[in-house]
């Protein structure tokens, strides 16, 4: 779009031209031709003008509607000079009174402009509609309604500078658009303009959460007084909205926006109607000689006319006139010659720009699009932003992301809510009484703990504790989960940090919980290794550290976070001072069980004999943790409701447990004759060893129905809760697992892929008592750390050799063991797996009736609720998704690739 120049200089023509030449110009200005395409009112202006010494002639209107008084007023309807409304629109609309150079659109204005909601897609157009009825009562700048007639004068070049006040003045409509529409929403729909007809927007009187008028109206004058030099929003009144918060201000913008794209679309129709194509003959004739061009812009194949400004009507629509060219060439040695005749010395000559071809309306998309792509795309962010969470905005990106839960609200959790824990309660209980009377421990000079870091595995109950802390305390809780401070923009953490931290010492005493805070919490060495450092979240780390420090000892704020993996903490964050306590929470005990069963049961309809059911429950579920156990009372109460059952029977909580270790049942998996044998023979081998192995763990059901993924089938043991075991207990629970392999070697002429699994778990229970437990007098009693992310061994090639050879022969011993016993009892394992091949599922009462009593005693817990006639109740039942059906016996079919384990 560069433009060169030509030539330059203004013509003064007349007074140097011969007598005779001037009264042949005037002569051919007074052709009908010009009058023509000249209003009236440009003409009286012209003739009026004193200073166009070279041309004073003026083209008469041949119009007929120029002629017709009625109609010779047309032009002044096109007129953007302000225009009062009627008495009638006041009666209809109501205005809002209007700040200093502040206009409102004409009626014809906004007509125009209505007519180009058609052009857009109808879920604008509604949009667009609003605005205009806003537009109505707000007016809009004076100087945007300069601009855009500047736009129409034909060139549609904007400077800089008039760019900025468009901009400004954008900014400046959907402000007060915006305080209309805020307005409006906060005194009810039905309200026809949302206040008082006398009520002015400095006059509004603020509600609750808005700002004073004259506060945002002060600051705003100043800085729109210093900068800008057009005289806007000078003193007294001011468009912009006086409410507090700017809620409605991006879909103002958004639609004030749309606005402008309508009024280039309508400058430019409007302008484009005002087009009129001329020859270069009549361009010669009836501007050119008579010195009405100002400048010649060549566009393409065309040359548009810029005429004096007097040679164009003050007020009313312009006109721009063109003519097409062969070439560029041609055209330039027409105007030489035209302008040699004329006698225009080379000094005067009309100067000739060259653009790039391209409309007006192109040109302006090339001069504000990125502009208004870069609004666009801010809104676009806010509104999805928005949208995506409840609220907030691209704006709020710094603010915390903390729910905020208060005693009245939400926190209604109590500690007796809060099954088993106790030793975590007791540690808890003391936040619970320093918040609530911190007194008692400041008197004696005790500094109040700062924090405890929860940790322990998934599902142990951390975020309730933590929640019931708040709901005992009856203060303040903000909830935030570590990776929330995690965002893509850098610097977001910290300042996040600073505001949840922020908000908690305006709250407080409060609580702030900061749930999975390994996500940010890491030690900063670790995270840095290899592949660079995560500086985002170091600094992240780095407030929170700041931030605790940054209590004093009187401020009842109280930070508890939860994590799955406190060994891999910032000690810095670890250290008294910051996160005084840590309290471990483990999966519960038998103890434990038994109490969170309670909790869930009393939520549940049973008949069955509440301490027998929460015992036996219990034994079922060691390892289970609350979450789980949660889990598998709302399992059993599904199963029994989908088997139609009154109240939920403990063979529904039997199958929900049984669903929860083994994964749904998959009926579609048929095995064919020779694979299910096998798989019974398997399963087996392992009850067997169960049985007759005096360190393993109670057997309590075998299977041969497949369950979740790719187990063919399988052997439910009971283990205790156990916290020590010893080579025993070890080299028999190996035995048995050994048990499905050596069975089948025993009773087929082959083997099959199945046992792989069971390797995986020997060769890992040997290598752990190789290089971790001290158990192999060869190794001794030494302890090599297992890091697969460790490049290099931690120990030197023989001793890997060593480790080897000690590994292998625990796993022989245990083979021998396994083989040994299962051909003793070869009878045995033949008995179980034809049983099984008949009813597909054993449980303890068949195996006892097949084998006899097992020799060796069970645990306690164990006999207690599983010898006797309670056990086994569910006998011979497995879980079906229609627990009342039998379980369906399957039709044979091949067995699908890589489903081998069992
Ligand atoms: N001790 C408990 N008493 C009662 N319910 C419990 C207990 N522990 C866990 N639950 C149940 O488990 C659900 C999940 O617990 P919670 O969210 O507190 O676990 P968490 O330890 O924070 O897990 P994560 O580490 O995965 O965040 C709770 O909503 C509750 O229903």
Redesign the pocket.
Known sequence: MSRYLRQSGQLARLVRLPQHQRLHALHRALQPSVARSISPAALSFRRSTPWRPYSTNRPESEDKDSKDPKNSKQPDKNENKEEKPSEKEAEEDIHLPLPDNWVYLSKNELEQLERFTHMLPEAQRENLHNILRDLKQTGVPIETRELLQKMRQGSGKLSMLDKGRLIRSVVQTANRVAWLQSQRESKGPGSFSGFDKNETPDEHVPRAGEKAPGQDHQSKAKSEESGSSSGQQKGGRNPQPPAGGNGGWPEAMQSVLIILLSLWLWDTFVSGGNQEEVTWQEMRANFLDKGLVKKFVVVGGQVRAELHPEAQPPNGARKTYYFTIGSVDAFERNLTEAQNELGIPSSQRIPVSYEGGGSTLGSMFLAFGPTLLFIGLILWTQRSMGAGRGGGGMFNFGKSKAKKFNAESAVKVKFS?????EEAKTEIMEFVSFLKQPQKFEKLGAKIPRGAILA?P????????AKATAGESGVPFFSVSGSEFVEMFVGVGPSRVRDLFAEGRKNAPCIIFI??IDAIGRARQESGRGFGGNDEREATLNQILTEMDGFNTREQVVVLA?T?RADVLDKALMRPGRFDRHIY?DR?TMKGRKE?FD?YLKKIVTNEDKEHLIGRLSTLTPGF???DI?NVVNEAALIAARANADDVKMKHFEQAIERVIGGLERKSLVLKPEEKKTVAYHEAGHAICGWFLQHADPLLKVSIIPRGQGALGYAQYLPQDAYLMNTNQLMDRMAMTMGGRVSEELHFPTVTTGASDDFKKVTQMARNMVTEWGMSDKVGPVHFENDPNRMTKPFAEATAQAIDQEVQRIVDDAYQKCKKLLTEKKTQVGLIAEELLKKEVLVRDDMVRILGKRPFGDNEEFEKYFSGGKAGEQGGTAETDDPDQPTPAPAFKQLAEGESRR
Request: hydrophobic share 40%; charged share 15%.
């Open positions: 809510d809060v099954a088993g824990l322990g998934p599902g142990t109950g951390k975020t309730l504790l749930d999975e939860g799955n929470i519960p969170i909790v943790s609350g979450a949660a």
